[in-house]
């Protein structure tokens, strides 16, 4: 089993950036597919990146990519996305997640953080 615990969210301008960090616990975390997922009140959870165990993969939601680069650093049991040229669209509850198979839907990851807020003001 991983824990996993978010931090880094907050209130940003239009068109800042803010980086989203995912700390794990738990020595197997490399053995992960790892993604980030968000949540507008009142909307569906939604997929928004995902990266493989070794890195070198990576695969984004239409809405984010050239915007948004997730990364991670298996030494560290960290994950993170770093947001760039943010909209007002991207305010939700951001939520790191992992997985052992691989997968953009909801229902594909086992272990979720707790999320964390990111607002972005026009």
């Known amino acids: 089993q991983v824990q996993l615990v978010e931090s880094g969210g907050g209130l940003v301008q239009a068109g800042g950036s803010v980086r989203l960090s995912c700390a794990a616990s738990?020595?197997?975390?490399?053995?992960?597919?790892v993604g980030w997922f968000r949540q507008a009140p009142g909307k569906e959870r939604d997929f928004v990146a995902r990266l493989s165990r070794s890195g070198y993969s990576t695969y984004y939601a239409d809405s984010v990519n050239g915007r948004f680069t997730i990364s991670r650093d298996n030494a560290k049991n960290t994950m993170y996305l770093q947001m760039n040229s943010l909209k007002p669209e991207d305010t939700a509850v951001y939520y790191c997640a992992a997985t052992l198979k691989a997968g953009t839907r909801v229902g594909d990851y086992a272990y979720w953080g707790q999320g964390t807020q990111v607002t972005v003001s026009s």
């Open positions: 738990g020595r197997t975390f490399s053995s992960y597919v």
